[in-house]
Structures are given as C-alpha cells and as structure tokens.
Nanobody
Framework: QVQLVESGGGLVQTGGSLRLSCAAS????????MGWFRQAPAKEREFVAA???????YYRDSVKGRFTISRDSAKNTVYLQMNSLKPEDTAVYYC??????????????????WGQGTQVTVSS
C-alpha cells in the first residue's frame, strides 16, 4: 500500500523557517514527480512546488526565492525548506506524487497519491 506521510509542520513567527518532510512507502518513487500543495481556510488547494524525477524544480511565483524543494531518492523522501515565512503561507501542506512524463506539474488532478497533510501556521 502506497503511503505518503508528511511531518515538520508547526507554528512559527513571520520571517521564520520550517522544513517539511514527506516520507513515501509502499513502492519506489524514483521515476515519480513529487509535489507540495497547500490549502488555506476557505480557499482551494493550490500548487506550491514540485520536483521531477530528474531533479528539475518548479515553484509558484509567491514562494520563489523563499522555498526550496528537494528529494532524497535513497530515502524515498521529499523535503520543502520554507524560509522567510509570511502569514499568507499559513495552510495545510500536502505532499503528492505521480509518475513523471507529463509536462504539467502544477495541476493537482494529475497526482495519484496524497498525504494526509501537515499544518503550517505563521503568526504575524
């Protein structure tokens, strides 16, 4: 059974940092795109970042220069380093995965596997 388990969320002040982790189990994800999405209260889930099987990265504009996605294929784990956090980054963050091969990395419906989410709260 495929599982994605996020960790690392929490409460941080504006300008602080957090590192989210997503541990995958049940299969190898070497040929998969790994992504992070987030959903704030009363808002739709939105793309945050993705990393292809070859290590190419993609970010939404509002997090470029502040967030960094990376993966450790040996550990089947993907990370999201979040720096200079802002209150508008407050959301539940979800890890997602799908096979590579599509050019669209930002659309959630293209992802097959999802974690349960981890809460990130940035206080002002």
């Amino acid at each position: 059974q495929v599982q994605l388990v996020e960790s690392g969320g929490g409460l941080v002040q504006t300008g602080g940092s957090l590192r989210l982790s997503c541990a995958a189990s049940g299969r190898t994800f070497r040929g998969y795109v790994m992504g992070w999405f987030r959903q704030a209260p009363a808002k739709e889930r939105e793309f945050v970042a993705a990393i292809s099987s070859g290590g190419r990265t993609y970010y939404r504009d509002s997090v470029k220069g502040r967030f960094t996605i990376s993966r450790d294929s040996a550990k089947n784990t993907v990370y999201l380093q979040m720096n200079s956090l802002k209150p508008e980054d407050t959301a539940v963050y979800y890890c997602a995965a799908r096979m590579d091969g599509l050019l669209n990395y930002t659309t959630e419906r293209t992802y097959n596997y999802w974690g349960q989410g981890t809460q990130v709260t940035v206080s002002s």
